[in-house]
């Protein structure tokens, strides 16, 4: 075989697992409990390695957050000193199978969403999606959130699921695609039915009135609680399809707010990045462009496996949020086919004709085209203390994927 | 003022009701509990007026099967020497302040969805939604279905749902139609968000964990449950713009499978009927056009008030049941604006670009421009005892609205 041939081959398996991906929300458990290689007083965040000085200011904001939820120090200033004296461990979420949305920082006691891969028994995690301390905000009511989800919604949401012996995700991602969701930034098909499955599993599971009635009021009032649940499902899926050697497909796109960067299935633990770019956004009200931090979080774990802005013509409900018209939305998604290798079978479009959504990003397609991955994801700030600020569209810095074809050239050949 | 001045002030009057109707779900009851003129032996239908004899094979069907569901008899053939010799009173559901789905059959023991129009008080009233008795399967297991119902999952309904105050269905329809719903034949986004409401009313009211259960498994298992609660919704808010002098706007479109017929706001109880018109349909497999019977059902109320077909452009998963291309789907939204008098101010779609449903069907606009509406709507056998076979669309026909406006210029010169 002669090496186009046998990247045909690896692509072929690579893009054969990410279509054969079977995820299973298994457990809902603290980080320490379930995270391998997790550590006491360690945090670990969004995107390609970053050290501590070097962080965005939102990350920052977010770390401080988790350091304060962890009852490691009390104060900003307080937090800030150990996290200048090197005494919290910081890596990133992709070194521990995991991801975690914008800031992305996970510490020992968050509980995180399990999702195994059942047909290929691998599993990953992802923490709780809410709207503040992951964009930064360190108050005592973005506290107050993740410590709700540990105490309350999370144990509940545990013992439901424990009795139901997993939930399938499959079918709910199959019915959220169909319903208007691009299952990154508009998850409101896909929350509310998997809100209906818990509904069931908390009834069946005889839990207490008080705690069953928050949880749900916790789950059917949320409409990306499941963004943390596909972006588990997208780490599971995409992690089978890494390391076959030659294989051209993208396995991972993670951003930490100064940095965008990929992984390879046929580069192993290797991290291609670029600058991290400026998201074309729509604000809330009293913030502007001026204001916007760069583009943050592992969320684009949705793209590496077709949703998000892959699948954005099928989501007309999401431009509200990220700007654009039906049909530029229909046109990224149709645009999207040039530097895929294959589409679902499952996972299809209805507002594109029910084809299928591409499949396995192609380095090689993506240099010889031009065209970057499109993205639609949340805004934070460019300092730390705030909630989220907007939302857009963005494209992966095509020299991201120029110096990962240059490192497999190098590799290969 | 001039005829077409007091035409003009009259139809704004409708519309202004239609844009403001204000549908709440209040209560779950036995027909013969809450419908206005209900009797004991009296069963109402889909459609304008129809003698026993003069039934389409589906709608006999459904007729002998709740004949049976009562137990006012035992087989088919005693059901239909009941019916022969008219010891059952049949009388059309839109004479009840009522609506049924496909044969729209509604006995007194049938506990029907109560929905008040709370800006203008008025109530209406529609019966379960189901794949079996309603299409004019009479055995074993179609009756089981309703005594289902009756027993178990409605009586739960209830309970909740009186424990609730309530359930607003304005915020659920908004979603939805968000939500790739068409609020006709495709319910699953408005059946979830349903079921998420009566999930948290369940908990709250405390009720046996069996009939919880079964009644949650029912309601997220059913992604047509929103159905019946919406044409009762399309009712309420329908007969609140009756009864206008001089309006040209449609307050009714109902089919029995043998009559297609319309109300007009300005004219009374007085309906204009046509054939009712060959489905363009899809089949389910075993069935064909041969065995197709003719349009029918009481659902067509909600592409009166502006669903169904009228926002079908936003619904492209229904496609696959009822056939046509998501460009076409569109069109069909995009038409229906040419014969109906304004938009909604909250109902938006937003694969066309978030613009408000069409509202105010004007019979001048549709005798005008030959434009009829344009409903999608299941398929029923043309003999008795068979489930739904197949979906489609068809067209209101032309001559119901020439009709209705004759009568009109004869009435108001």
Chains 1, 2 share one sequence.
């Not at 975690?100 to 923490?127: D, H, L, Q």
């Not at 709780?128 to 999370?154: N, T, Y």
């Not at 509310?192 to 009021?217: C, D, H, I, R, Y």
Request: proline share 6%; hydrophobic share 45%.
């Amino acid at each position: 075989m002669d090496i186009k041939q046998k990247i045909e081959e690896a692509n072929k398996e690579s893009v054969h697992r990410l279509i054969s991906g079977l995820p299973v929300l298994v457990d809902i458990a603290p980080a320490l409990e379930v995270i391998p290689g997790f550590k006491d007083k360690m945090i670990i965040h969004s995107g390609p390695p970053v050290e501590w000085n070097q962080m965005c200011g939102a990350q920052k904001g977010s770390t401080i957050g988790a350091v304060i939820f962890e009852g490691w120090a009390q104060t900003f200033d307080e937090a800030q000193a150990m996290l200048d004296k090197g005494d919290i461990r910081l890596e990133p979420n992709h070194h521990h199978q995991a991801v975690g949305p914008m800031a992305g920082t996970i510490s020992p006691s968050m509980p995180v969403w399990v999702v195994e891969n059942k047909a290929f028994g691998n599993r990953a995690y992802c923490r709780q999606v809410e709207p503040k301390q992951q964009f930064g905000d360190f108050s005592e009511d973005a506290i107050k959130g993740l410590q709700l989800w540990r105490d309350v919604w999370a144990p509940t949401l545990r013992q439901a699921l424990l009795g139901m012996d997993g939930l399938e995700l499959a079918p709910i991602i199959t019915k959220a695609l169909q319903m208007g969701d691009e299952l990154h930034n508009r998850h409101t098909a896909s929350s509310s039915l998997f809100a209906n499955e818990m509904a069931k599993g908390m009834v069946a599971a005889e839990l207490p009135k008080k705690e069953t009635m928050m949880t749900l009021g916790y789950v059917t009032g949320h409409n990306l609680i499941f963004l943390g649940i596909a972006m588990a499902a997208g780490k599971a899926i995409a992690d089978a399809a890494h390391g076959i050697e030659y294989s051209t497909i993208v396995t991972a796109m993670a951003r930490n707010g100064t940095k965008f960067g990929i992984r390879l299935s046929g580069l192993g633990d290797e991290w291609f990045t670029a600058p991290a770019p400026v998201i074309d956004g729509v604000y809330l009200p009293g913030f502007a462009a001026s204001d916007a931090g760069l583009d943050m979080g592992d969320s684009a774990i949705s793209e590496t496996v077709g949703w998000g802005g892959f699948v954005i013509g099928g989501a007309p409900g999401i431009l509200s949020l990220v700007g654009g018209t039906p049909e530029e939305a229909i046109a990224y998604s149709r645009e999207m086919k040039n530097i895929t290798t294959t589409t679902h079978p499952v996972y299809r479009m209805p507002a594109l004709g029910s084809i299928g959504t591409s499949m396995g990003i192609d380095i090689r397609k993506v240099v010889d085209t031009n065209i970057t991955p499109i993205i639609d994801t949340a805004i934070a700030h460019k300092d730390p203390g705030f909630p989220i600020i907007g939302a857009g569209l963005v494209r992966a810095p095509l020299e991201c994927f120029k110096s990962a074809l240059i490192a497999f050239s190098k590799k290969y050949n």
